[in-house]
């Protein structure tokens, strides 16, 4: 059983381009967390989602932050017009219930953006 | 101060010796969870304690929670190498949304 992927692993960006962060999570799984740490820092929440729904987004930025989690197909974060406090570790977790359940983390995408 | 703060913030120790490492948090929890990052790498979790709990072991692991002082501690005894890492606590208030509040960490260094 393949745990929560992530891809890509590192991501580079010019300052204006988009920022796409995928992340599969394990089988059985349909619940889907979206973290941001900055360096020497804990995670940050960003958003919540089951299959097509988002559940959570209190901690999304309120512009050119997005999170899908469709029927079919991989989570996705997306970023556009990325700026340089935008770079950070990305990481997913999945689980398999909501509420108390365990969240297995991918192994995160780190962004730089340049 | 935020949600799951970790005391110390930096801790050495020789290898075969116990590593002691400290959170607190403000708000009600539901459950509260250990977790290991290596450097550059994800997290591996280690170890979850429900708030109706007050100790629990998982290996070299000896996790204590009190609820009534919002603190946890986390124990590695005879500590390897291999241990050195950050390690973080995260706090859940249950419910529906269950996201995870993390402290800033305490990042590890065993020396041989």
């Known amino acids: 059983n393949a745990g929560v992927m992530q891809n890509p692993r590192h991501l580079v960006r010019r300052r204006g381009q988009e920022a796409r962060l995928r992340c599969s999570p394990m089988?059985?799984?349909?619940?889907v967390y979206w973290y941001r740490q900055l360096p020497e820092e804990g995670l940050k929440f960003m958003v919540y989602?089951?299959?097509?729904?988002?559940?959570?987004e209190s901690g999304m930025p309120k512009e050119r932050f997005s999170a899908e989690f469709p029927k079919e197909g991989p989570s996705i974060l997306r970023i556009q017009q990325v700026v340089r406090g935008d770079s950070a570790a990305y990481f997913c977790a999945s689980s398999r219930n909501g509420g108390a359940s365990e969240q297995f983390f991918g192994p995160g995408t780190r962004l730089t953006v340049l | 101060s935020q949600q799951g703060e970790e005391d110390p913030q930096a801790l050495s120790i020789q290898e075969g010796e116990n590593a002691t490492m400290n959170c607190s948090y403000k708000?009600?929890?539901?459950?509260l969870q250990w977790y290991r990052q290596n450097s550059g790498r994800g997290l591996v979790h280690l170890i979850l304690?429900?708030?109706?709990?007050r100790e629990k072991h998982s290996g070299r692991l000896r996790v204590t929670l009190d609820t009534s002082k919002k603190s946890s501690s986390l124990l590695i005894t005879a500590s390897r190498a291999a241990d050195t890492a950050s390690y973080f606590c995260a706090t859940d208030s249950g419910g529906t949304a269950s996201k995870l509040t993390f402290g800033t960490g305490t990042r590890l260094q065993v020396t041989l």
């Open positions: 304690i429900r708030s109706n709990e």
């Open positions: 989602l089951q299959k097509e729904n988002i559940i959570d």
């Open positions: 089988k059985g799984h349909s619940h």
């Open positions: 708000t009600s929890i539901n459950n």
